[in-house]
């Protein structure tokens, strides 16, 4: 295997004001280390603001805004957590159609705390397998999701992971399947 298996792979980072920054910032470094190129898009203008801690983080320059973002222009997607920012991408239209575009076209997606809710928004989370909080399980349950014991599962290209999963398990896990659906996808090329 290469040392950057994701090389000439662009990867969407799906956010809003109040993501949880470690959520983004841990998988996006293994993400680059293994060759991705990374683009923000949201829901915001310019720029966004990371949840850090118990305040607010840092901000983050947007490449793409979400009306004008398109899944088939992206190879993976990594959703952080936050409460915040889940609710504004749960309320804003173009969510449900990017969702959509990444579960229907079997592309990697990490759904990390929160944001695993969003798969009911995308209508998308009926026989699914994943990992969730209490807090989330019951919504997820009632569209049909199987929430499963683990702190981060994997269902097909699906990573899942609840608030509590250990940083590098996680960003080792969503490097793991995304890579491993690039060496794929070049294989069979």
Known sequence: ??????????????????????????????????????????????????WHGDGW????????VISDALAADFDALVVPGGERSVQKL???PHTKRFLRGF????KP????????????????AAGRKLAASETEAESLQAAGAEI????????GPLVSARED???????DEVLRVFSDHAI?????A
């Open 1 to 50: 295997m290469t040392d950057q298996p994701l090389a000439n792979k662009t990867v969407a980072v799906l956010v809003a004001n109040g993501f949880e920054e470690t959520d983004m910032t841990e998988p996006q470094r293994a993400l680059l280390a293994a060759g991705a190129t990374i683009k923000l898009v949201s829901s915001e203008q310019a720029l966004v603001n990371g």
């Open 57 to 64: 983080g840092h901000y983050f320059t947007v490449d793409v």
């Open 90 to 92: 749960a309320s804003n």
């Open 103 to 106: 579960v229907d076209g079997e």
């Open 109 to 124: 997606l990490a759904m990390i705390g929160k944001a695993v809710t969003l798969l009911t928004v995308a209508e998308r």
């Open 148 to 155: 499963q014991e683990e702190a981060i599962f994997v269902d």
């Open 165 to 171: 999963a250990a940083s590098s398990a996680l960003k």
């Open 184 to 188: 794929a996808l070049a294989a069979a």
